[in-house]
């Protein structure tokens, strides 16, 4: 069993950056695949960001490529992300989630076995 929970969630200007912290117990967490997802109000849940067990492949969605960065401590049993040049189309609901190995950047909420319960990203003026 692994409980995943997600900090670092806030309001920032149009521009600025946040990161966001997803702390996970288990002693397993260094086998599992990674991912943050989001979902605005009345929306899907849309695939953000994975990252594989080892830390050395990660993949993003389009809209975040080269603005966000995922990235993992296994000795921490944390995952992050850091978001900049955040616009408002960034605001929603981020989760963390975990998946097993071999489903390493899979983008269907699904894939996932485990989940955090969110952290809040607003972006506004």
């Known amino acids: 069993q692994v409980q995943l929970v997600e900090s670092g969630g806030g309001l920032v200007q149009p521009g600025g950056s946040l990161r966001l912290s997803c702390a996970a117990s288990g002693r397993t967490f260094s086998s599992l695949s990674l991912s943050w997802f989001r979902q605005a109000p009345g929306k899907e849940r849309d695939f953000v960001a994975a990252?594989?067990?080892?830390?050395?492949?990660?993949i993003y969605a389009d809209s975040v490529r080269g603005r966000f960065t995922i990235s993992r401590d296994n000795a921490k049993n944390t995952v992050y992300l850091q978001m900049n040049s955040l616009n408002f189309e960034d605001t929603a609901l981020y989760y963390c989630?975990?998946?097993?190995?071999?489903?390493?950047?899979?983008?269907?909420?699904?894939?996932?076995?485990?989940w955090g319960q969110g952290t809040q990203v607003t972006v506004s003026s």
């Open positions: 989630a975990a998946a097993a190995k071999d489903l390493y950047g899979s983008r269907r909420p699904p894939s996932y076995y485990y």
């Open positions: 990252i594989n067990w080892s830390g050395t492949g990660t």
